[in-house]
C-alpha cells in the first residue's frame, strides 16, 4: 500500500486528512464526555484519556466510559412500567414501623419506585461459601413451581456443574426453572452446561450480550446481582457467586470470605420483583400472578427487611444514598467491610466527617488484591481516611469479598454491591437493609473475628511508602470513576 504511486504521490494529503479525522474524533468525544460527566472529577480523568491516547482515548469512552441511559436501558425501564401497571399481588402492601432514628434511611429506600420495608422474615447469615451452598442446592432440590437463579459469575468447574445438576433434576420433574447470567462476568461460562439446561426444559439468558449490535458493545453496564428465589417463597443473596473460588478452592485466592443470606417471609416478594424485571428485560417473558407472588404471612418475632435495588437506569442510586445517610448519621461505630473502597467524593467526606466527629470507623479490604487497578486507587485514598481517624485493616487469610455495612449495632446492609464508583453508580445491585439488633450482633461478631486476623494500617508507616507506590496510586485513581 504504502509503495503505491498513489499514496506516495499524495501522502500530504492523506497524511493531513488523517489528522483532520483524529482531531474531530477527539473533540467531539470531548463534547461527548462534558456533556455526559457530571462528577467533575470523572470529567476531568476521561478527558485526559481522550486528549492524551488519539483514537485509543475516544474508543475506551465509548468501551467503558458512556453509561447514559441509552436504547437498551430505556427498553429496561419501559419493561419496568409495564411490570408495575400489571395487576401486582404485592400493590396494596404497606410500609412497616421503623424505630425514629432509622426512619430516613427507610425512606431513601423507598424513593423512586423503591421497595418498603417489611416485617415478619427469617433471615439466616452465611459467612462461609460452604454452607451458603448446601442450603442454596437443599431450596432448589425441594422446589415445587419454580426456580430463579441469576449470577453475575456462574463458573462451568466443579461448583457450577453442581448447580447445574440440580437445576436440570427440577427441570426435568416439571419445575420452571429460569437462569440468568451476565454476558461479561461469565464471559467463559460453557455452552455445554446451557445446553444441558435448556435440554431438560429449563430457559436461560444472558444479559445485555456483548456482541449484540443492538446493545452497542455495552461492556460497561453489568448486572452484578447474585440471586436464587425458590417457589417464590425463599431467597439468597449477598456476595457469593457460583465457582470453585467461593468455597476457598482456588489456590491463587486461597480461603474466601464472604457475606450471604437466606430470606423467609415478605421480603422475598421484593426479590422476586427484581429478578422479574430483570429477565423480562433480557427474554421479554412476563411473569405475573400469584404463582410467582404468592402471599406471604409474616412471620411471628421475624425481622425487619428492607430490599435495595440500584443500577444504571435510574437517575436515583438508592444503595448509594442509603450508605450516605447511615454514615453522617452514625452515632457510635460505622464498621465497612467490601474487596473494593473506590468511593466518589461525597462518600469519602462522609467517612471522613464521621471519623472526625468521634464516630468509630474501621474499613476492611483485601490484603491480596485480585484486581491491581482498583487495589491501588484504593490505596490512594487511604491517605485521606487515616489522616481523618479512619481504621484501615487488610484481611490477610485469603480473599474478603463481603459487602457490608454495620452501624450502631442497630442496622445492616448486606448484599452485593461494593463500596466502589462501578457497584454504586454502573452495576445493577441488589442489597437488603436489616433493622434487627440480633442480626446485626451476628454480623458485627464475624467482623470483629476478621479484624483479629488482619493487618490494619499504621498511618506513619504508610505516609513513609515509597515514591514508586505514590505514582501507581495516582495513576489509578484517574480510573476511579469506571472502578
Known amino acids: 500500500m504504502f509503495q503505491s504511486p498513489l499514496f ?48 485509543l482515548g475516544p474508543l475506551l469512552f465509548v468501551l467503558f466510559g458512556w453509561q447514559s441511559i441509552t436504547r437498551p436501558m430505556a427498553r429496561r425501564r419501559r419493561h419496568r412500567k409495564v411490570l408495575r ?76 456443574q453442581r448447580f447445574i445438576d440440580a437445576l436440570c433434576e427440577c427441570a426435568s420433574r416439571g419445575v420452571e426453572v429460569r437462569f440468568l447470567y451476565d454476558s461479561v ?52 443473596t449477598g456476595g ?11 489456590a491463587r485466592f486461597g480461603p474466601w470470605r464472604d457475606t450471604f443470606l437466606r430470606l423467609k417471609g415478605p421480603g422475598t416478594e421484593w426479590i422476586q420483583q427484581v429478578f422479574v424485571e430483570d429477565w423480562y428485560f433480557a427474554s421479554d417473558e412476563r411473569l405475573e400472578g400469584r404463582s410467582y407472588f404468592p402471599r406471604i404471612e409474616a412471620i411471628p418475632g421475624g425481622s425487619r427487611v428492607q430490599v435495595l435495588r440500584s ?26 467491610a467490601s474487596p473494593y473502597c473506590v468511593p466518589d467524593a461525597g462518600l469519602r467526606d462522609a467517612l471522613c466527617f464521621a471519623a472526625r466527629s468521634g464516630v468509630d470507623v474501621r474499613f476492611l479490604g483485601l490484603f491480596h488484591p485480585d484486581k491491581w487497578t482498583a487495589y491501588l486507587a484504593a490505596r490512594y485514598y487511604w491517605s485521606d481516611l487515616l489522616a481523618a481517624g479512619v481504621k484501615v485493616y487488610q484481611y490477610s487469610p485469603g480473599m474478603m ?34 433493622f434487627d439488633q440480633g442480626l446485626v450482633a451476628e454480623l458485627e461478631e464475624a467482623f470483629l473475628k476478621d479484624l483479629e486476623v488482619s493487618v490494619r494500617i499504621d498511618p506513619t508507616v504508610y505516609a513513609q511508602r515509597p515514591p514508586i507506590a505514590r505514582l501507581a496510586e ?8 469506571v472502578l
Open 8 to 55: 506516495r504521490d499524495n501522502w500530504p494529503d492523506i497524511l493531513g486528512l488523517l489528522i483532520l479525522l483524529e482531531v474531530l474524533i477527539t473533540v467531539a468525544t470531548l463534547v461527548w464526555v462534558l456533556h455526559t460527566k457530571r462528577e467533575t472529577m470523572s470529567a476531568i480523568a476521561w478527558s485526559l484519556t481522550v486528549l492524551l491516547l488519539p483514537i
Open 85 to 160: 401497571n400489571r395487576e401486582n399481588p404485592l400493590r396494596g402492601r404497606s410500609a412497616v414501623d421503623v424505630p425514629d432514628n432509622w426512619k430516613k434511611l427507610a425512606s431513601l429506600g423507598f424513593q423512586e419506585n423503591g421497595f418498603p420495608v417489611t416485617a415478619g422474615n427469617r433471615v439466616t447469615l452465611y459467612h462461609d461459601g460452604h454452607p451458603a451452598y448446601e442450603a442454596m442446592l437443599e431450596a432448589i432440590r425441594a422446589s415445587q413451581h419454580h426456580v430463579h437463579i441469576q449470577f453475575f459469575i456462574f463458573r462451568s468447574d466443579s461448583s457450577g
Open 185 to 236: 462476568g461469565s464471559y467463559n461460562l460453557a455452552s455445554r452446561l446451557l445446553n444441558q439446561l435448556r435440554q431438560t426444559g429449563g430457559k436461560v439468558a444472558a444479559f445485555l450480550p456483548i456482541l449484540n449490535p443492538l446493545y452497542r458493545f455495552r461492556v460497561n453496564l453489568r448486572n452484578h446481582r447474585k440471586i436464587l428465589i425458590v417457589d417464590g417463597q425463599i431467597s439468597f
Open 240 to 250: 457469593l457467586n457460583i465457582g470453585d473460588e467461593y468455597l476457598g478452592l482456588h
Open 311 to 336: 443500577g444504571p437506569d435510574a437517575e436515583y442510586k438508592s444503595i448509594r444514598e442509603t450508605y450516605f445517610a447511615a454514615i453522617v448519621n452514625a452515632r457510635g461505630r460505622v464498621w465497612i
Open 401 to 434: 469479598h463481603s459487602k457490608l455495612m454495620l452501624v450502631d449495632g442497630e442496622w445492616a446492609s448486606v448484599g452485593t454491591a461494593n463500596f466502589d464508583n462501578r457497584s454504586l453508580l454502573l452495576n445493577f445491585e441488589v442489597n437488603c437493609q436489616l
Open 474 to 481: 495516582n495513576a489509578s485513581r484517574l480510573l476511579s470513576p
